[in-house]
T-cell receptor
Framework: DAKTTQPPSMDCAEGRAANLPCNHS???????VYWYRQIHSQGPQYIIH???NNETNEMASLIITEDRKSSTLILPHATLRDTAVYYC??????????????FGTGTRLKVLA | GAVVSQHPSWVICKSGTSVKIECRSL??????MFWYRQFPKQSLMLMAT?????????EQGVEKDKFLINHASLTLSTLTVTSAHPEDSSFYIC???????????FGPGTRLTVL
């Protein structure tokens, strides 16, 4: 079973920030939070990941709460090309013996013109 | 960097035939690759973990004799769907662990249709 819970769908106006929440209340201390997105009929695309601290890259920002039980992916200026299903995943280190990606249902983000 | 390719991108075959799908890491070596399956309007489901030079580890409920996985080199893993049936029609996606990281990079997927 997926360790994350996400809203099934969200709309966002083009040019505005898209804030996608993820609940991972059972996350363990050594588990990372990962975000991917899947555009229709393509493989998932890596966006960003983090452990405790907030992270930012050229695609997005990741805000992780202090208790690590939830996080938010922020797309600062959404474009129509950001329309996709966004998956939040938590995973243990590869050397832990419990490494696995378990995909939940994700959030279907629709960016509106 | 971290580009993963799959071939073919789509395939149509007759029931009872076998189909081979290739997954390649183009600019890095991948000791571990993963195979997923995705049915329409559903999420990705992990089928198996493939380690270079050793037998694949299959998830519960996945038939190892039906879905043959070979990971013969650090850049290539193959999935062969044997005696395919219409219920095997799906989107098959591979991923590879990036060198020195625990991050998976995914291929573009292969759409299999069994008539």
């Amino acid at each position: 079973d997926a360790k994350t819970t996400q809203p099934p769908s969200m709309d966002c106006a083009e040019g505005r920030a898209a804030n996608l929440p993820c609940n991972h209340s059972t996350i363990s201390g050594n588990e990372y939070v990962y975000w991917y997105r899947q555009i229709h009929s393509q493989g998932p695309q890596y966006i960003i990941h983090g452990l405790k601290n907030n992270e930012t890259n050229e695609m997005a920002s990741l805000i992780i709460t202090e208790d690590r039980k939830s996080s938010t992916l922020i797309l600062p200026h959404a474009t129509l090309r950001d329309t996709a299903v966004y998956y939040c995943i938590v995973r243990a280190p590869y050397t832990s013996g419990t490494y696995k990606y378990i995909f939940g249902t994700g959030t279907r983000l629709k960016v509106l013109a | 960097g971290a580009v993963v390719s799959q071939h073919p991108s789509w395939v149509i075959c007759k029931s009872g035939t076998s189909v081979k799908i290739e997954c390649r890491s183009l600019d890095f070596q991948a000791t571990t690759m993963f195979w997923y399956r995705q049915f329409p309007k559903q999420s990705l489901m992990l089928m198996a973990t493939s380690n270079e030079g050793s037998k694949a580890t299959y998830e519960q409920g996945v038939e190892k004799d039906k879905f043959l996985i070979n990971h013969a080199s650090l850049t290539l893993s193959t999935l062969t769907v044997t005696s395919a049936h219409p219920e095997d029609s799906s989107f098959y996606i591979c991923s590879a662990l990036g060198t020195g990281t625990d991050t998976q990079y995914f291929g573009p997927g292969t759409r299999l249709t069994v008539l």
